[in-house]
C-alpha cells in the first residue's frame, strides 16, 4: 500500500530530450520507477537512453499503459503539455517545472479538479515512495522506506528534513512535495487525507511557509480529520515582511500568511511544530 | 513581485477604455511647466514611486499656479521613496470631485476565483474600513474563464444607489478590470480612487497594479518599464540578469542558497545561532557553475558582509556543478582566495561525492550537515574560527 505511488506505476516523462528531463528519467528508473517512455513532439519513434520517445501522450498512452506523466517542459510550453495529458486521460500529473505563469496554473488546476485528476506542483520537487518508485527529483539517496509520510511546499527543505529522519533511523511511508506556488494541484489538506488513509504511514510531517493560508486549513482540516500524530515546521520566521499583494489582499488574508500566525493555528490543534529542523525526529519519538 | 508604476498601470487600463484624466509624464520643473501649460491648471504633481501612500507622505500635490507647478516639482524629485531618489513625475489634470470610489480584486487561488472587493466609500484607508465596517465593502466572485460584462454588476450596484450612466461606467470599469486580470496577466488591479465627478463622468484618478513576472514573455513590452529599473538594486539586477535571486538583508552573513525554501529555514537557523544574513542569493533548481559563480560575485560586492554561507541541497540541481562554480569564484576573487571573507560550504544531496571530491582536491572542505554548518558561518562573521 502507497500513496499515490508504488512501483507498479506506469510513469511518462514529457520533454525527456531536455537536459533536466533526460538526466530525471534515468534516475527515476535507476530507483525503481517504472518510466515506461517519453514525449516530445517530432521525435517520435526514436529512442534515448533506452526511452522510446513518442510525439503525444495519448500515443504513449496507448502503447505503454502508462497512467502517470511528470513534466519538465520550460514554463511557456507548460499549459499545453498539462492540457495534453489531461486530456489524455492521465490520472497523476506532476508538474516540475518552476515560473509558470498563475492563469496557466489556475487553467490547468480547474481542469484536473474537473477530471478528478491528481496533480502535483507545480514549481514541486515531485513525490517519492521509498523501497518503491519516484516521480521528479527528490534525491533518493536520502530515503529510507518506514512509516513517516511528509508533505511540503518547499523542495530543498523538504530532502533536509528527510535526511534528518533518515538519520535517525525514521524511515518514509511517502514523501510529497507539493510546490510553492499559491495556485497548485493538491495541497496540504488532500496530502493529509491521503496519509490518514494510508495504512503504511503512522506519523505525519508538515513543512510549510510563509504566505497563503494553507497551514491554517490544515490545522483546522487536521483537529477534524486526522488522528494520527502531525508534527509542523515553517519557514520564513526571519523573513522581512513582504510587501502585500494591496488592500483587497490584506483584507482578504487578514493575519494569516505570517509564520506566527500558522504557527499558532497548528499548536492551537496540538500539532508540534518544531523550532529547527533537527527537532523534527525528537518530536515524532 | 510585479509592481508597476501609477503611468504604466494607466497605459494598460486605457487599453481596455478604462477613462482617465489627460496627463503627461514629465523628467524635471521645465517640463512640469510645460505640460502643465497643455493641460491647463490647476494640476496633479504626483512622483512614480512604486510605494503607496504617497499622499501622505508628500509626494502628491495640486499645483494652481505656473510657479507652484516648478516648486512642487523641484520639491518632490528632491526627495526619495523606496531608498532611491524620485526620477519622474506624472502631471495630471485635477478632477473635480464628488464622491470617491475602491476597487481591488486578486485572484483566490483556493476557490480558482477573481475577487473583486468594492466600496462607495474610497480614498481613505480601506483596510481600516474593512476592519471598522466590512459591511460598507461588497465582495464579487467571478469564476477563473467567465467573461465578465458591465451587466454583471448591475444589481450589486444598484442594491448601493447607484443609478444610471454612473451606474454603467461603474459596472464596465469593474467587467473591464476582472477581464484584464486574465488578458494580462495581473495579480493585483486596484483603482483607489475611481472618482465620480460633478458632472457625473467617472475617471480612474489612481492605478495600482502588480503583474505576474512569470508571464512577462506574454508581454515584451513590460520590458521597457521605468518599473523595472526602479524595482531593482543595482545587486538586484545584476542578479535578474543571470537568472538569480537576490534580497538584501541587512545582517552580516551572506547566504547563498539552492531554493528559497531551504533560504528561509537557513535564514531561521542562522536566527537560533545569533547571526542574520546580510543578504540572500537563490542560485534555484538546476543551477550551473556559471550561476554560481557569478552569485558569489554579486554577493561580494557588498562591503558589509563577513562571512559566506553556501548551503546547497541538490535535487535537480548537482553537486559537482556547484562545487565547479565555488572553485571558480575563489581562484577569480581577491576577497575569498585571501580568506577575508570566510567561505562556509555545505553539500548534500545529487551528485554529492563528486562535488565534495572536487572541493577536496581545490583545498576546500564542505560539510554535510546543515546545523554545524550554520554554526560555523554565524562564529566565522563573528571573526571566530
Redesign the interface.
Known sequence: MAVLLDKDTKVIVQGITGYQGQFHANLMRDYGTKVVGGVRPGKGGQEIDGFPIFDSVKEAMDATGATASVVFVPARFVRLAAIEAISAGIKLLVIITEGVPVTDTMEIVKLVNEKGIDLIGPNCPGLITPGQAKIGIIPASIVMPGNVAIVSKSGTLTYEVIDQLTRAGMGQSSCVGIGGDPVKGINFIECLRYFQDDPATEKIVMIGEIGGDAEEKAAEFISQHVTKPVVAFIAGKTAKEGKTMGHAGAIVMGNTGTAKGKIEALEKVNVRVAEKISEIPKFLK | ?G?ILEYEGKSLFGKYKIPLINSLLVKNAEEAKEASTKLGLPVAVKAQVLSGGRGKRGLIKIAKTPEEVIQHSIDILSMESDGRPVTHLLIEEAADIKQEI?I???????T?ET?V?FSLEGGVN??DL?KERPEA?DRFRVP??KVSYGFDFFPALAARGLTGSVKIHIANIIAALVNMM?KE?L??A?I?PLVITNDDKVIALDA?V?V?D??K??HPERKEYLSEILRYTAAEKDAKENDLSY?D?GGEIGML??????G??T??????FGG?PRNFLDV???ADQVRVENALRIMLMDEGLKSILINA????TRLDDIAKGIIAARDKFDKLRTGEIPLIIRL???N?KEGVELLKEAGLIAYEE??PAIEKAVLAAKGGN
Open positions: 513581485m509592481l475602491f481591488s480584486m486578486v485572484f483566490d487561488s483556493s480558482l475577487l472587493l480601506i483596510e474593512a465593502i477563473f474563464g486574465i496577466d495579480q493585483l486596484e483607489n495600482r502588480i505576474d512569470n508571464a514573455y506574454r534580497v538583508l542558497s539552492v531554493g528559497a525554501g531551504l528561509m529555514a535564514a531561521d537557523l542562522l536566527a537560533v542574520y534555484g533548481g538546476g541541497f541538490g535535487g535537480i548534500m544531496g545529487t554529492q546543515m546545523e
